[in-house]
């Protein structure tokens, strides 16, 4: 494979959806390319704006917390593993709408279908559950405290 073949694959790759530099970079090295093609690509995409990981970064949060409601434990530790960098992470989270983020916690618990008839097997239940969906035990508590459990 040639610099162009690789190139114009990759610029296919990032249209079809935003990517971070890590999943270019493994892509990258799944070409047989050599080190001074990667390169150029890689750097190409940078400057082209077709690899942003702040970019990246926002697109990941939005859909993670809208479609399918996940915490930001959750969403942090999924970012940390595709390779974002943390001043990144730590930027985009702090601009999410805190009171729209309880809300959605609160309507995540309440649609929440729990056949116990036992209200402490219940509430451990939608610990358990909002905790495996990414959100901390603080915001949790919080959460049920605001009448969940009704």
Known sequence: MDREEALKKLLH????????????????NSFELEESDKRFVLEFLREEGFVNDERYCRSYVKSKLNLKKWGVNKIKLSLIAKGVGKEIIDAVLSEIDRDSYKEELVNLLRNKKIEESDPYKRRAKLIRYAMSKGYSYSEIIEAIDLGIEN
């Open 13 to 28: 790759y990032c249209n079809y959806q935003d990517r971070c530099e890590k999943e270019i970079v493994t892509k990258l």
